[in-house]
């Protein structure tokens, strides 16, 4: 399959997927004008610092991240079906050459295809760009703000492939 062709039918097959993106049941992205407190946030090569981070439900953070770290990061907000989910996607993203150690590749015609059935694939899951998720190169800084609601087992994580199982992962406990 030509990049020609995947660039257009990517972009046409997210627009479903973008749409819904915005309901977790953990809360939802909001303005950073909006935050009650800002939780400043490392990113390392395989740990968070701080490695938990207490909320209330209802309040709206604003997690200033950054990677300090030598490798491409992640800061991705869910419980741990959600990050098992998301692995899946990184995975394919980095088989066909969209993640690199360090960076992620937005150009399509430099990927490759050739190992992948195109055909059944989800396009919008490709597209990494879930409210919840916000990726790092290394040296780079970035935001997420979000309002949370009551939830449990709620964690952040890398899911860049071997990442979450190196420990890339924290803990958000959310009070009432």
């Known amino acids: 399959m030509s990049a020609r062709f995947v660039l257009p039918l990517l972009c046409a097959l997210s627009l479903p997927a973008l749409a ?3 309901h977790h049941t953990f809360g939802k992205p909001a303005k950073a004008a909006d935050a009650d ?3 400043e946030i490392t990113l390392g090569d395989m740990y ?3 490695a938990s981070v207490q909320v209330k439900a209802g309040e ?3 997690f200033v991240l950054k990677n300090e770290g030598a490798l491409l990061h992640e800061f991705s907000l869910g419980d ?3 990050h098992a989910e998301h692995q899946k996607h990184m995975l ?3 088989q066909m050459g969209m993640l690199t150690p360090t960076a992620m590749q937005h150009d399509m015609s430099k990927m490759d295809h050739s ?3 195109m055909s059944g694939m989800q396009y919008g899951k490709m597209t990494h760009d879930d409210p919840n998720t916000v990726m790092l190169e290394p040296g780079q800084s970035a935001e997420l703000t979000w309002t949370f609601a009551q939830a449990t087992g709620l964690e952040f994580a890398c899911n860049i492939p071997g990442h979450y199982q190196a420990g890339m992962v924290g803990n958000v406990e959310v009070q009432p």
């Open 60 to 62: 709206t953070v604003r």
């Open 20 to 22: 819904d993106q915005s």
């Open 92 to 94: 394919m993203m980095q």
């Open 80 to 82: 741990a079906a959600m």
């Open 48 to 50: 968070y610092e701080p």
């Open 37 to 39: 407190r800002t939780v």
């Open 115 to 117: 190992q992948h059935d």
